[in-house]
């Protein structure tokens, strides 16, 4: 499968953003998603993920309340919705497509296939 980020940008502290991800291929809703997120001169890490019909969800401490991930199986696409966005958010977003036994995989060995990054920008 192949993935397509998109929708990041330059934000203001407290503003939004919905982060898309295009999915290529017919089997899609056989792959877990998440996303990750990268800042300067720190390792990748998990931000979100979702369950293969998209009935279950988990998040990173650290974005939950604030951040919804959703997909949508029919258009092979995932979503990030981002509210309250704060500095330190700022970071290339990645999606995620694992093909594993378990949906959720908080890690980025649980993903076997990448998109190439969407960069998010918070000021403050």
């Known amino acids: 499968v192949q993935l397509q980020a998109s929708g990041g940008g330059l934000v203001q502290a407290g503003g939004a953003l919905r982060l898309s991800c295009a999915a290529s291929?017919?089997?899609?809703?056989?792959?877990?998603m998440g996303w990750f997120r990268q800042a300067p001169g720190k390792e990748r890490e998990f931000v979100a993920a979702?369950?293969?019909?998209?009935?279950?969800?988990h998040y990173v401490d650290s974005v939950k309340g604030r951040f919804t991930i959703s997909r949508d199986n029919a258009k092979n696409m995932v979503y990030l919705q981002m509210n309250s966005l704060k500095p330190e958010d700022t970071a290339v977003y990645y999606c995620?497509?694992?093909?594993?036994?378990?949906?959720?995989?908080?890690?980025?060995?649980?993903?076997?296939?990448w998109g190439q990054g969407t960069l998010v920008t918070v000021s403050s």
């Open positions: 995620a497509a694992g093909s594993g036994s378990s949906w959720y995989v908080p890690s980025t060995a649980g993903y076997d296939y």
């Open positions: 291929g017919r089997t899609f809703r056989s792959y877990a």
């Open positions: 979702i369950s293969w019909s998209g009935g279950s969800t």
